[in-house]
């Protein structure tokens, strides 16, 4: 390609010396006409004049056709030989003009002779180097004739005469060499820079593309983060009103907090798609490939969304399989789930279709329904973050428009292509392409294993007051042994103070990542497990959803718990933390 593009750089700038080329053959050969018309028979010389222009004349028109017609590396090297062509002929008619003008018995007209030819080769060097052939054809068409003229002539300086010959082609020959890739570098240098400049054109592009896009996404997960924010807080405000009037109704009391529950699973909803996509972004969620039985995924579908339906009236058909494919078992489920949901959610009337097709080693897995489908213009934009294109007013109950943004990402990382084919009006379908396993063994079912509740020594980090007391309180509730601090140093002397009342072991500590005076949960993990003389299971609670944040935190080796967190999911956290310290501690052992 680059070569290509070389060789057509060159061959037009053939093309654009041949002007330069024309004018110099029509001044030229008119004063040489003038000069030798006392040597030379005035029918030869208009003879040789009108040939000469009427070459000039067919060069004029195929430069002008070069410059007008579309080029490509097929048709490129045909304009050069036709180039190379011409300026063959016309070194040949210059040629010829020496063979007649070269008269030793003129001095003065001799001389002129040997100028003007001496003038024109030389000039077919900047002219005609951008294709070698073109003038070495020229040169040689131009002094041949001469040089059989001088021996043929039998003059006393003959010799001398070809002497000068063959030194003007050598040196013209050697300097067309150093031009020839002085102009390849030069061209090449100018694609080189060009494709910089696209390059960074293109960079640029996406760097502003990539920023309208964040001040978009910011701008959304702003709206939606305040929404459910702002009426909890109205409930909230009711709800001390009512309580400031007396004993609130228990029917009213609880259709208050069914609000707030609502609300709450909202914001969680958003918080948990948006944890999703910076994990996503992140790059640090494992893929875990295992042969996926789809009869058995599509049974779970089947079931799981029947009441939605039926809720919703519309017809729910799941074509069942019997396909193997290899994928990981809960990314493809969490794919499926977003695109059923999506389709669910967007059709009014028909129904949903969920199966699969096989396509050659591969299983392209379907949702179809019968909703109001994707204009050609916006299938591409539906796979972006926020974009909802039937929810102008954002409403929360038509989800939060992050489903199909985490089926791409996910896809993605799972290396399965998306498709989506859709007719406005007639409805979409959205197909993920999943490698087919064939003659796959049955996945052994694994036996449950049930954890029992377990309480040690916790180290608690939290610079929030409230925050750290409420921790604290809670996991004394469980059992637990707290020592609780806002910084590090602070939970240090805690649980030196207790070390000296007696047993005081230590067997998790638990951090928020952000904490006062710019300290970050990692750092004050690893002072506590320094303090303590060993390393200790951690989790590290964030709010920060940001991709490098995640990576950094996973790096550390510390369990991620993000905010807000349930007491379920703290337990969990915990006695997942707990088993993993036991395990290593046996394997130490």
Not at 203 to 210: K, S, V, W
Not at 539 to 564: F, N, Q, W
């Amino acid at each position: 390609m680059q070569e290509d593009k070389i060789r057509q750089a060159l061959v037009e700038l053939l093309y654009r010396n041949s002007y330069g080329v024309v004018i110099s053959n029509i001044v030229i050969s008119l004063a040489a006409v003038y000069v030798l018309r006392s040597g030379i028979s005035t029918p030869w010389l208009a003879g040789w004049l009108g040939t000469l222009y009427a070459l000039t004349a067919l060069r004029v028109f195929a430069s002008r056709r070069f410059f007008s017609r579309p080029r490509d590396p097929r048709t490129i090297m045909r304009w050069a030989w036709l180039a190379a062509a011409f300026s063959w002929v016309s070194g040949l008619l210059w040629g010829i003009f020496g063979w007649v003008g070269f008269l030793p018995e003129a001095p003065l007209l001799l001389s002129f002779t040997v100028v003007v030819l001496t003038g024109l080769v030389c000039g077919t060097v900047p002219s005609l180097s951008a294709f070698p052939p073109a003038l070495i054809g020229s040169i040689l068409a131009t002094v041949l004739p001469v040089a059989a003229r001088v021996i043929t002539s039998g003059s006393a300086i003959s010799a001398g005469f070809l002497f000068l010959l063959v030194s003007l082609v050598a040196i013209n020959f050697y300097y067309c060499r150093i031009t020839y890739r002085m102009l390849r570098e030069t061209i090449s240098l100018r694609l080189e820079n060009e494709r910089l400049v696209e390059h960074l054109q293109e960079e640029r592009d996406r760097a502003q593309t990539a920023d309208r896009a964040k001040t978009r996404f910011l701008a959304a997960a702003s709206h939606d983060l305040r929404q459910p924010i702002h009426a909890l807080s109205l409930l909230v405000s009711t709800i001390a009103v009512l309580a400031k009037r007396g004993n609130v109704p228990a029917e009213q009391a609880r259709g208050l907090a069914g609000r707030a529950k609502s609300i709450i699973g909202n914001l969680s909803g958003l918080l948990n798609a948006l944890l999703d996509i910076s994990k996503l972004d992140a790059g640090i969620v494992t893929v875990a490939r295992e042969t996926v039985c789809l009869r058995e995924l599509f049974r779970d579908f089947r079931e799981e969304f029947a009441a939605e339906a039926k809720q919703r009236g519309l017809k729910w058909r799941v074509v069942d399989s019997n396909l193997m494919v290899e994928s990981d078992p809960m990314m493809l489920k969490r794919v499926l789930t977003n695109l059923v949901t999506n389709a669910f959610r967007y059709t009014r009337e028909g129904g949903v279709v969920l199966g699969c097709r096989k396509r050659a080693g591969f299983v392209e897995i379907q949702v179809w329904d019968s909703g109001p489908g994707i204009a050609d213009d916006q299938q591409a934009v539906i796979f972006e973050e926020f974009v909802q294109l039937q929810n102008p007013a954002r409403d929360r109950t038509q989800g939060l428009g992050l489903g199909l943004a985490i089926v791409r990402r996910t896809a993605g990382l799972l290396k399965h292509p998306l498709r989506l084919v859709s007719t406005p009006g007639r409805g979409s379908m959205f197909a993920i392409t999943v490698p087919e396993v064939r003659a796959a063994k049955a996945p052994v079912p694994q036996r449950e294993t049930r954890t029992e509740a377990i309480t040690g020594g916790i180290i608690v980090v939290e610079d929030e007051s409230d925050i750290l007391e409420a921790m604290e309180q809670l996991l004394t509730i469980e059992g637990h042994n707290v020592y609780a601090g806002r910084s590090a140093a602070e939970a240090q002397a805690v649980h030196a103070a207790a070390a000296l009342r007696g047993d005081a072991t230590v067997d998790l500590i638990i951090s928020d990542y952000r904490l006062a005076h710019g300290a970050t949960g990692l750092e004050a993990i690893r002072s506590l497990c320094a303090y303590l003389g060993r390393s200790v299971p951690s989790i590290i609670i964030t709010g920060d959803t940001s991709p490098s944040r995640l990576k950094e935190v996973s790096a550390g080796g510390s369990r991620i718990l993000h905010k807000p967190i349930s007491e379920a999911e703290l337990s969990q956290a915990i006695q997942a933390a707990w088993a993993g310290g036991r395990a290593v501690t046996a394997g130490a052992a």
